[in-house]
């Protein structure tokens, strides 16, 4: 590999893969534009360095070159990825508003998170760790209740996602990490 380009975490699924996950989750979670209750939070760089990572393999569907996003590579090892994770990690911050058919798989989830119970069956939940302080819908998910065709499509697309093993094993260890947090004394502060 020559000098200068990152050595990414691998991944088993292909670029058709990844584009039948984007097109299975292109579909709102409200039958409204949920930004007009946020002014569009989660959508732009409400802080500065925010961004999220690409999960492996997902740099294909982009050219790296894209105007509206800045581009950072971060060793796995160092941040919090399971020990199966070998390289780099694409970390992508918000320019501004990126082109809604071009947002990467987590923003297209949210305000979903995948979840694998112990007996390792896969659904979806609210995402209260990323989303409790930014998104309406996570803070009041009875007022605003989700679109069941969005539920089903991420839930499907994650199914392909998790098809991967070291997505897998990314997915499982968040998971674990939800079942912590739901058994500590502050998570009925939020009504988590």
Known sequence: MPDGVPRLV????????????Y?????PPLEF?????????CCQ????GVGMYLLPGEECMFTGKEPWLKWHYHEASEHGFPPEWDGQVAFVVCRGVCP?????VQCRTFPLAPYVDPAGKLSVCL????????????RNPRRYR??????????????ILTKDPLILAEVT?????????RNAPWWRLGDG
């Open 10 to 21: 691998s991944s088993t699924l292909s670029k058709a893969d990844y584009r039948n996950v």
């Open 23 to 27: 097109e299975l989750m292109d579909t």
């Open 33 to 41: 534009d949920c930004g007009r209750l946020c002014q569009s939070l």
């Open 45 to 48: 760089e409400y802080e500065p």
């Open 100 to 104: 809604r058919n071009m947002r990467p």
């Open 127 to 138: 995402d209260y760790l990323s989303g409790y302080f930014l998104c309406p819908l996570v």
């Open 146 to 159: 989700l679109r069941k065709q969005f539920e089903a499509r991420v839930l499907e697309a994650w199914r």
């Open 173 to 181: 260890a968040c998971s674990r990490k939800l079942d912590e947090d």
